[in-house]
């Protein structure tokens, strides 16, 4: 399904729902779920620590379990994610994984290690409604929303792989989550928040990944901003900018047609005052069309005094594309009008480039 230019896709479309999982539980529905299956409620802890701490869904391994018990638990761990493709370079230190879905759509995650950490980028959507029409993603439009067992699951087999001591650099941790794969997070709200809260909430309860090393990426839903505030989860968040101006922003983030620049950047200052996290503003750059020398001085007016960090990502230019990363020199000089409004600013690294695992290239065709 593809979407004309401009529009715009709020509501998934109406399908059948993945299996009910352990993940997508609170503790206390877990128990419930279990005393429901005919087991003592104490077997909802048990079977959670083997899923969140030593990240086994196979009841057979579960030998504190008395045979039946582990038949009838077997229906909260239903497989939801099937691999499709793995595809890895820098060495295996960077591997994407193309995931269907029961139903089978498709959708992509990214395990990225670095020296001192290991991010994961997630799926939240299969497809996007927002349709920014640089982004892989959004040119395929919305196939449906992901649940949240869908959405941990990503995490938890990049988590096992680690520990498994598959990726290279010795058996590891996932240190960061970033909500900057497939899908709009603020548009799949609810399911979006279940993830955050078992990947932060310590075992047996989840995953127990510090909220600092969670970042939820957003085009910019202002209602859901200012909601994401109120949960006490103090996770990163990232607004997609990519302009400073309405007028341009219309078009590149065609959510900007109903909440104006100033509207979401009040509804990001607003979310730093309350959670007193660093805001990271991501801005594409696109060669000639949204990185002149007096776009990044209006960027620089419009983000400077504040608690805020600005994220250059070269653009990764989407196949059939007219678009194009900037030049060099382009580039410097965006970066020197922000440092002379005394704005922290970085250039975003392009991994996973190759094996179209970097950003805005989640496109998860088959
Ligand atoms: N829907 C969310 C999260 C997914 S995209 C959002 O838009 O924030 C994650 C980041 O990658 C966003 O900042 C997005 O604008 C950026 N991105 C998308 N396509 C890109 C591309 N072709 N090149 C560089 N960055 C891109």
Not at 86 to 94: A, N
Not at 314 to 335: I, Y
Request: hydrophobic residues 40%; proline residues 6%.
């Amino acid at each position: 399904m593809s979407q004309q230019p401009g529009q715009l896709t709020f509501v998934a479309p109406r399908r059948a729902k993945p299996a009910r999982h352990l993940a997508d539980l609170t503790m206390a529905e877990r128990r419930a779920a279990v005393a429901e299956l005919g087991e003592k409620p104490f077997r909802a802890d048990q079977l959670s620590r083997h899923y969140f701490s030593h990240l086994t869904a196979d009841v057979a391994a579960m030998s504190d379990l008395p045979a039946a018990a582990r038949e009838k638990l077997s229906a909260l761990l239903p497989p939801l994610l099937t691999s499709v493709r793995e595809l890895s370079t820098d060495q295996g230190t960077t591997r994407k994984t193309l995931w269907r879905l029961f139903d089978g759509a498709l959708v992509e995650s990214v395990l990225m290690r670095y020296p001192d950490r290991v991010t994961m980028c997630v799926s939240s959507q299969a497809g996007c409604g927002m349709n920014c029409p640089f982004c892989a993603t959004g040119q395929a439009g919305l196939t449906r929303n992901m649940s949240t067992a869908e959405i941990v699951e990503q995490v938890v087999s990049g988590a096992r792989a680690l520990a498994a001591g598959e990726v290279p650099g010795g058996p590891g941790r996932v240190s960061n989550i970033v909500f900057m794969g497939m899908g709009e997070p603020m548009a799949n709200y609810k399911q979006v928040i279940g993830a955050v809260r078992r990947f932060v909430e310590p075992a047996p309860d989840g995953l127990g990944i510090s909220a600092r090393g969670v970042t939820v990426s957003t085009v910019g839903l202002v209602p859901a901003i200012g909601k994401l505030a109120d949960e006490g989860l103090p996770v990163t968040l990232a607004l997609s900018l990519h302009a400073p101006d309405d007028e341009l922003r219309d078009t590149l983030v065609p959510i900007n047609t109903r909440w104006k620049v100033a509207e979401v950047l009040d509804a990001a200052w607003a979310y730093a005052a309350k959670t007193k996290r660093r805001i990271s503003i991501e801005y594409a750059l696109i060669k000639d069309i949204n990185d002149q020398e007096w776009r990044a001085d209006l960027l620089g007016k419009l983000v400077k005094n504040k608690l805020v960090h600005v994220n250059l990502i070269p653009l990764n230019p989407t196949p059939g594309s007219k678009w194009t990363a900037s030049r060099p020199e382009d580039e410097r000089a965006f970066v020197r009008r922000l440092q002379f409004h005394g704005v922290p600013v970085t250039v975003r690294d392009t991994r996973g480039r190759e094996i179209d695992g970097a950003c805005g290239q989640l496109a998860a065709a088959e």
